[in-house]
């Protein structure tokens, strides 16, 4: 089965604070994503990646930035926290069209 | 620009009872649908793919069908548990572009 990580399933941290958000897939996809998820506004794609060290914004990247050394790998950085980015926050893998999700991070800034 | 509706946007039936979850999409030209459940405050778990070629898949009490000519898509669960209760979200895809999901159906399932 495929699997895919996220490093915290609850965070909280201080409005400006720099925060990294870790996601790992075991099945070596190329196609990597990062959403949030908000009540009445569904998902929305922050970042995705085809391929490592590639990176395309999707409709929300103001405010956050990411990185994919590795092809398992892709990091969702918020380089100054602000509380409008209080979220849940999705990571996915694809492969042909086939979605697989972790669990999930919930993000509260303060 | 892919548009995904899903009717009803909750639903509350008692347990045993059949359902059915619709999905309407703009852009029929799709490469496969995908439906997930979400249960709060949790990560997306696919239930079905059902690629472009296929009319319907099926898993347990699941049911999954496709009409791609016509946009739509439905999830059937047979004999309904409290253990279902959860967001439904479908979500169509179509080749070398984002992907696109639907608002979800919130399903309660009275015991």
């Known amino acids: 089965d495929v699997k895919v990580t996220q490093s915290s399933r609850y965070l909280v941290k201080r409005t400006g604070e720099k925060v990294f958000l870790e996601c790992v897939q075991d099945?070596?996809?190329?196609?990597m994503f990062w959403y949030r998820q908000d009540p009445g506004l569904g998902l929305r794609l922050i970042y995705f990646s085809y391929d490592v060290k590639m990176k395309e914004k999707g409709d929300i990247p103001e405010g956050y930035s990411v990185s994919r050394e590795k092809k398992e790998r892709f990091s969702l950085i918020l380089e100054s926290a602000s509380t409008n980015q209080t979220s849940m926050y999705l990571c996915?893998?694809?492969?042909?069209?086939?979605?697989?999700f972790g669990p999930g991070t919930r993000l509260t800034v303060t | 620009k892919q548009e995904v509706t899903q009717i009803p946007a909750a639903l509350s039936v008692p347990e045993g009872e059949n359902l059915v979850l619709n999905c309407s999409f703009t852009?029929?030209?799709?490469?496969?649908l995908q439906w997930f459940r979400q249960d709060p405050g949790k990560g997306l778990t696919s239930l079905l793919l059902i690629q472009s070629s296929q009319r319907e898949q099926t898993s347990g009490r699941l049911n999954a069908s496709l009409d791609k000519s016509s946009g739509r898509s439905t999830l059937y669960i047979a004999a309904s548990q409290p253990g279902d209760s959860a967001t439904y979200l479908c979500a169509p895809y179509n080749y070398g572009q984002n992907f696109v999901f639907g608002p979800g159906t919130r399903l309660s399932v009275l015991p």
């Open positions: 996915a893998s694809s492969w042909t069209g086939n979605q697989y």
């Open positions: 099945m070596d996809h190329e196609n």
């Open positions: 852009d029929s030209a799709i490469y496969n």
